[in-house]
């Protein structure tokens, strides 16, 4: 796994964690927050090197 992959699991795994957090205690904060980390773990995505098509 590499760092790039570790980074992109970890902040989704975050974001969910903290969305999660601001649903059951209510708190908008928290809940904005994991929207903005699921946000970033989709667009790290697109960076990196890309990999060989298949046709």
């Known amino acids: 796994m590499t ?3 570790a980074t992109k699991v970890t902040l989704a795994v975050t974001g969910l964690a ?3 957090y601001g649903v059951r205690t209510d708190q908008v ?3 904005w927050t ?3 980390c699921l ?3 989709f667009l790290l995505r697109f960076v990196g090197p ?3 098509r298949q046709h």
Do not use: N, Y
């Open 3 to 5: 760092q790039l992959t």
């Open 18 to 20: 903290l969305f999660g």
């Open 29 to 31: 904060i928290w809940r």
């Open 34 to 36: 994991g929207i903005v």
């Open 39 to 41: 946000g970033l773990a």
């Open 50 to 52: 890309r990999g060989q």
